[in-house]
């Protein structure tokens, strides 16, 4: 799920419709796992580990 809409850059909606899933489905995943990688970057001093991360957020809030 995070793949389809980060990498490959599709709509949750698109996400939702590959998958076979209700859209909250991916909604919901998607903000938990943007929720996660936040989490860990805080607890991380890797400097591509922030831009990752940064990068997930902005494409989730589109």
């Known amino acids: 799920m995070l793949t389809l809409c ?3 850059e599709l ?3 698109q996400a939702a419709q ?5 859209l ?4 919901s995943r ?4 943007k929720t ?4 860990a970057d805080e607890q991380s001093q890797h400097p591509l580990a922030s831009s990752a991360s940064d990068s ?3 494409r989730s809030s589109r």
């Open 6 to 8: 980060v990498i490959y």
């Open 11 to 13: 709509p949750a909606t």
């Open 18 to 22: 590959v998958l076979g899933v209700p």
């Open 24 to 27: 909250g489905t991916v909604k």
């Open 30 to 33: 998607l903000s938990r796992a």
């Open 36 to 39: 996660k990688l936040v989490s």
């Open 56 to 58: 997930i957020a902005e």
